[in-house]
């Protein structure tokens, strides 16, 4: 077992010990509902931020996560230990049109009119923003869900692949769209998390703006 599978069965354990859900810590935390997930199967990392994020909502301390008993003893007697540097960057808010033409705006974010912005402890490229979820299609009864209202922060400087969650512009629309990208034998579709709705081939109808790195649930 790996530091990070080690650190995401503390995670759970902690987790299970107070009865909560993943999805129910993560709305908690103001994420997205597979990231505890990640967390615990020690796909993803998790930084000194984002502990004290967790551990403020178990009731425990974020180095009860990140080290284990012999690993506390030895650092027992120093102080100040700066675990991992804090990271942090704040992004705008973007309407779907807005986002639409992203990628082809040359104005810096000074000159943004957005009133909100919210921060990130992702590392990200400089060209980020969040676009707010509308409707429903992202929303799903089990597993991965995306609300109405849940803020996605997207980076159109991240490659994508399969299973990527990507913000798409059709060429027929001005408007953004959320999904899911999905590659099969060499097509591309963009693929609705909720099955009530279509899945749509990509044919050259449309523009990858950017993939999804992090989500933030329900912010007004």
Not at 80 to 108: C, H, M, R
Request: glycine share 6%.
């Amino acid at each position: 077992m790996n530091k990070k599978q080690e650190v995401g069965a503390r995670l759970k354990r902690f987790r299970e010990d107070k009865g909560m859900s993943q999805r129910s810590l993560a709305e908690k935390c103001g994420w997205g509902a597979s990231r505890i997930g990640n967390y615990e199967a020690g796909v993803r990392s998790i930084n000194l931020d984002d502990a004290e994020v967790i551990a403020k909502h178990l009731g425990i301390k974020p180095y009860q996560i990140l080290f284990d008993s012999e690993e506390l003893i030895e650092f027992a007697n120093v102080s100040n230990i700066d675990i991992q540097p804090s990271y942090i960057q704040k992004f705008p808010v973007l309407s779907s049109v807005q986002a639409g033409a992203w990628t082809e705006a040359v104005e810096s974010y000074s000159t943004i009119d957005a009133d909100e912005w919210y921060e990130t402890t992702e590392r990200t490229s400089k060209r980020c923003f969040w676009l707010r979820v509308q409707g429903d299609s992202m929303t799903s009864a089990i597993g991965l869900s995306f609300p109405e209202g849940t803020l996605v922060l997207v980076d159109p400087e991240r490659e994508f692949e399969n299973g990527s969650l990507v913000v798409a512009k059709l060429i027929d629309v001005n408007e953004a769209t959320f999904k899911k990208l999905v590659i099969d034998a060499g097509q591309k579709f963009l693929k609705p998390l909720n099955p009530s709705y279509p899945t749509l081939p990509i044919n050259g109808n449309c523009r990858i703006i950017g993939v999804v790195v992090d989500a933030k649930m329900k912010l007004f």
